[in-house]
């Protein structure tokens, strides 16, 4: 699960770096000439789209991990309630033969 929470970090990382160009040829847009600019213009336009494109893939990635993970989480749940139980016992059984064991002098 650690594994796929750092590819969703990076993903996500990746996003922000997107934006953060984004926002940097909007400024150059700002400052270059008309044939430059509409052709600036095109890619910013071409990186959004991509952007929330991938935005939605992850998305759809974290609500796949998050439905699996719930399953999963509730598949075992029993399973582990069960072994709570019998740690919980062989302690005890532990204790009483440690009793058992320094009790008697």
């Known amino acids: 699960m650690e594994n796929k929470k750092s590819s ?7 996003l922000q770096e997107i934006g953060e160009k984004i926002e940097e ?7 270059a000439g008309a044939e ?10 071409d ?5 929330t494109s ?3 893939e992850l998305k759809k990635g974290k609500d796949l991990i998050e439905k699996e993970f719930k399953e ?4 075992f749940e ?3 309630k069960e072994s709570k ?4 016992e062989g302690f005890k059984q532990f204790g009483l033969a440690l009793k058992a064991l320094f009790g008697k002098k």
């Open 47 to 51: 990186l959004k789209e991509n952007k």
């Open 85 to 88: 139980g019998f740690f919980r």
């Open 25 to 31: 040829l909007v400024k150059k847009g700002a400052d």
């Open 8 to 14: 969703t970090q990076d993903i996500e990382n990746v």
């Open 72 to 75: 999963q989480k509730e598949a």
């Open 36 to 45: 430059v600019k509409d052709e600036i213009e095109q890619k910013i336009k």
């Open 78 to 80: 029993p399973k582990f």
């Open 54 to 56: 991938l935005e939605a």
